[in-house]
Structure formats: C-alpha cells, structure tokens
C-alpha cells in the first residue's frame, strides 16, 4: 500500500552535491509513524545506513556522514529529501529511500517495508 518514488535532481557535477527526493504515496510522512530513511549501496559492498527523519520531525544522521549530509521534509508535499556535499568517486553508489518501523540505524533490509528504486549515482574524479 506504501510506495516510495526517488527523483532527481541528482548530482550536480559543478557544486559536488547531490540533491534527492522521496515522494510517499499511500501513507503520511507525519502521522504514519515510521522513519523515512536513505540508504546507500556501493559496488561490491553492503547497505550503508546515512540518516532518517522520523514521522515525528527528528533527525538522526549517521556518524560517518552527518557533517556532509542533511535530511528534511518538505510536509504539505508528503516528501524527503536528502542533500550530501564534497561528493567523491568513493561515494558512487546506489541510493535508496525507505520506510520502516525501528528507531535503528539498521542495513537489514528486512527492517523496511518499504523501498524506493534505486538511484544510480556516479561521481566521477
């Protein structure tokens, strides 16, 4: 019934930054308590966990990426966005949102219910 769309604009190649969005259908992003979470997954390694914006407006980001990262919520549009700055080759990945229940910084997938598709970002030297 939740379903979570990624969008662009992506990677700007002049700045180094990249800019996402999560649009939610099917549930609200202030009172279906869940945390709306991005997630990364780079060749040949795991899901690394970045940050989530709890339905409540809390925000958690991970330690490794909280200096460069910033999440928000646009409400009225039922979105969540995710910005990361000084973007380099080793941040190329594949970048998810999704929805779960648990207050966790988890890379079980299992703890999601619900994922985006997927956005392919490559960050060249």
């Known amino acids: 019934q939740v379903q979570l769309k990624e969008s662009g604009p992506g990677l700007d190649y002049t700045s180094q930054t990249l800019d996402l969005t999560c649009s939610i259908s099917?549930?609200?992003?202030?009172?279906?308590?869940?945390?709306w979470t991005w997630i990364r997954q780079a060749p040949g390694k795991g899901l690394e966990w970045i940050a989530y914006?709890?339905?409540?407006?809390?925000?958690f980001y991970s330690p490794f990426f909280g200096s460069r990262t910033t999440v928000s919520r646009e409400s009225s549009k039922n979105q969540f966005t995710l910005q990361m700055r000084s973007m380099t080759p080793e941040d190329t990945a594949v970048y998810y949102c999704?929805?779960?229940?648990?207050?966790?910084?988890?890379?079980?997938?299992?703890?999601?219910?619900?994922w985006g598709q997927g956005t392919q970002v490559t960050v060249s030297s």
């Open positions: 999704a929805a779960g229940s648990k207050q966790a910084m988890s890379v079980n997938k299992d703890d999601y219910g619900w």
């Open positions: 099917g549930a609200s992003i202030t009172s279906s308590k869940y945390y």
């Open positions: 914006i709890a339905w409540s407006g809390g925000i």
